[in-house]
């Protein structure tokens, strides 16, 4: 079975269960209570995984670049592949930490969605 196929399920199953909550509150918040740990787990390695994609393929270019073109280690594209890296993996670092510090989570007490409207002065 192709990987493809299943990774395309997934987020067409996801965009279906977002579109329904969205339309139906009744339950929502004690959902959105429970799923979120899994949401942000989920987001950061999502988050994670395409950061490593990334150093992945900037290693592969720099080692292409000196095996196939005789290209030093020292020299000006080695150098910024390099720092290119080096400042991708600082930026997904303080990412990464921004979303899971307790500085900038707010617990709300208040209620987002309520049953009955009112509309009185």
């Not at 994609?53 to 150098?79: C, D, I, P, W, Y």
């Amino acid at each position: 079975m192709n990987y493809y196929y299943v990774l395309l399920f997934v987020v067409h199953t996801q965009w279906v269960i977002g579109f329904l909550n969205f339309w139906h509150r009744g339950e929502g918040r004690r959902v959105r209570i429970r799923v979120l740990p899994w949401h942000v787990f989920l987001g950061l390695y999502t988050y994670a995984l395409a950061i490593a994609t990334a150093e992945t393929g900037l290693l592969e270019k720099v080692t292409f670049l000196q095996t196939m073109r005789n290209v030093s280690k020292h020299s000006t594209e080695s150098m910024m592949v390099n720092g290119l890296g080096l400042v991708l993996a600082l930026l997904s670092a303080f990412v990464i930490l921004a979303a899971v510090s307790p500085k900038y989570q707010t617990i709300q007490t208040k209620h987002l969605y309520s049953d009955t409207t009112s509309f009185s002065s």
